[in-house]
């Protein structure tokens, strides 16, 4: 069989990964301040095909027309302009060769996907842990799943230079076929909680991409550090920020501006553990209340929604079928989540998305439906 692989090196590859990009269900920002998260591996992602090569070379190139890259193994350094896309991949082969990896040769990689890039279903993530399995593969590592998401956290933030928390890798490492994947980030504990029967997800792209995204995410972060450090200098004595109450936030007198960022995270931190309880009992009222107060503070007190995704959120609110939606991943752009019950299909989506149109003349979102999916294998 000719593979995509084979098509570009001349040769069979060794072997093939896959890693599923991710929704975030519910705990917008609180991974990188210690709290608790929720999120689903999608059944899309990104797929890797690699093999050993001869030379002391890493190749990479994709389906989808990047610029090919090629990289001498003793010179990894991060790339610019058009090569910049290779350094997810790039970033985990150097955290890897920093845990004890001494690659005697080189590796050739080929990468395609099947997720929207820039919807906020983190693609990079899923590119980073097809990409660490193949590499454990081709070169005879043991790495246990945390340690794998670990790697693609330390390439974002070190190589990349995207300040994230563990969200994104660890959904798309310990993703679970119809399960919910729950991350306490202070620990770096992943477990996964059943979904109940006879529900769906659905993704609805504004197609909005935002080239903003990465500083801005960069500000709330830096906004969240500065409220936990003021906290902290007014006595607090809590190990994290999403721990702290929000008493104790009010008493503390911050900034406006930060008062109402760590209010959203103590508020999601709390929704999160809320949320176990509720799809413990499949209780979907309470489910859905718990969804939109999410999206509301982050309209409200985090500010990383936008127009469009408020408006999707709220012509979801009112449809029949929807349990409740949200925006979904870091925000400013990208897509929105819904939680609906299975009778909502095809022409529901379509009305949404006409509805959204009305609004947006001449953008009409992009919608699939998605199960939730096992995490990163080798196939
Ligand atoms: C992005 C980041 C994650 C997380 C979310 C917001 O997806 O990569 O680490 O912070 O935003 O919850």
């Avoid at 999120?39 to 095909?49: H, N």
């Avoid at 009010?250 to 900034?255: C, G, I, M, Q, S």
Wanted: charged share 20%; with cysteine.
């Amino acid at each position: 069989m000719t593979t995509d692989f084979s098509f570009f090196y001349g040769y069979a590859p060794s072997v093939k990964t896959f890693a599923p990009g991710r929704i975030e269900f519910i705990g917008n920002h609180t991974d990188y301040n210690g709290g608790m998260v929720m999120g689903v591996a999608l059944d899309r992602g990104v797929t890797v095909e690699a093999a050993p090569a001869e030379k002391s070379h890493l190749r990479l190139t994709t389906t989808h027309g990047e610029t090919p890259v090629e990289i001498d193994l003793a010179k990894l350094a991060p790339q610019k302009g058009s090569r910049a896309w290779a350094n997810y991949v790039l970033g985990v082969f150097s955290v890897l060769k920093d845990k004890g990896l001494v690659p005697d040769h080189g590796i050739d990689m080929h990468v395609s996907s099947n997720l929207p890039t820039g919807a906020g279903l983190s693609s990079s993530a899923a590119l980073e842990l097809a990409a660490g399995l193949a590499m454990c593969k081709v070169y005879g590592l043991e790495l246990s799943r945390a340690d794998l998401a670990r790697a693609g956290r330390k390439a974002e933030n070190e190589f990349v230079g995207m300040p994230c928390g563990i969200l994104d890798q660890g959904v798309s490492a310990f993703g679970k076929k119809d399960a919910i994947v729950r991350i306490d980030c202070a620990r770096e504990e992943f477990s996964v909680v059943a979904m109940p029967a006879h529900l769906a997800f659905w993704v609805f792209n504004t197609m909005e991409k935002h080239n903003l995204v990465e500083s801005l995410y960069a500000t709330r972060h830096a906004e969240c550090s500065e409220a936990f450090r003021l906290l902290k200098a007014a006595g607090c004595t809590a190990e994290n920020l999403a721990s702290v109450s929000p008493e104790e936030i009010r008493a503390a007198k911050l900034p406006a501006v930060l008062e109402k960022r760590a209010q959203h995270v103590v508020g999601e931190h709390r929704r999160v553990i809320a949320m176990s309880a509720a799809l413990a009992k499949g209780d979907t009222a309470q489910i859905g209340r718990l969804l939109t107060a999410s999206h509301e503070s982050s309209r409200d007190l985090f500010e990383n929604s936008t127009g469009k995704l408020d408006a999707l959120v709220e012509i979801l609110g009112r449809t029949e079928g929807v349990i409740g939606a949200r925006l979904t991943g870091g925000g400013f752009g990208g897509a929105a989540m819904a939680l609906t019950f299975s009778s909502f299909g095809e022409e529901q989506a379509a009305k949404v998305c006409g509805q959204f149109e009305a609004r947006y003349p001449g953008v009409r979102p992009a919608v699939f439906s998605a199960s939730a999916g096992d995490g990163a294998r080798v196939i």
